[in-house]
Nanobody
Framework: QVQLVESGGGLVQAWGSLRLDCAVS????????MGWYRQLPGKPRELVAT???????NYADSVKGRFTISRDNAKTTVYLQMNTLKAEDTAIYYC?????????WGHGTQVTVSS
């Protein structure tokens, strides 16, 4: 079955950087759009960034210019490089494989930014 495992979350000071990794197994990774989403306390899950199989990217306005999504099809891994982090970026970050028939989700990784 399809499995997504996130790593790289943690505690960082404001203006710092973190990189999140999402390792994917059990799917045709290179054919699917991948995404990062986040859920802030008490709020619904929201889109952070997506990257298509062809490498086209899309970002939420709140992270444009600070976050970069990328993928390595050989390693079946998607990354989220987060720079200039702000306290409002504190959330649980989820990796998603956006399939043709259904989406698959990881269990999430906590990112906490201290101000």
């Amino acid at each position: 079955q399809v499995q997504l495992v996130e790593s790289g979350g943690g505690l960082v000071q404001a203006w710092g950087s973190l990189r999140l990794d999402c390792a994917v197994s059990g799917s045709s990774f290179s054919l699917n759009t991948m995404g990062w989403y986040r859920q802030l306390p008490g709020k619904p899950r929201e889109l952070v960034a997506t990257i298509t199989s062809g490498g086209s990217t899309n970002y939420a306005d709140s992270v444009k210019g600070r976050f970069t999504i990328s993928r390595d099809n050989a390693k079946t891994t998607v990354y989220l490089q987060m720079n200039t982090l702000k306290a409002e970026d504190t959330a649980i970050y989820y990796c998603a494989l956006l399939g043709h028939f259904r989406d698959y989700w990881g269990h999430g990784t906590q990112v906490t930014v201290s101000s």
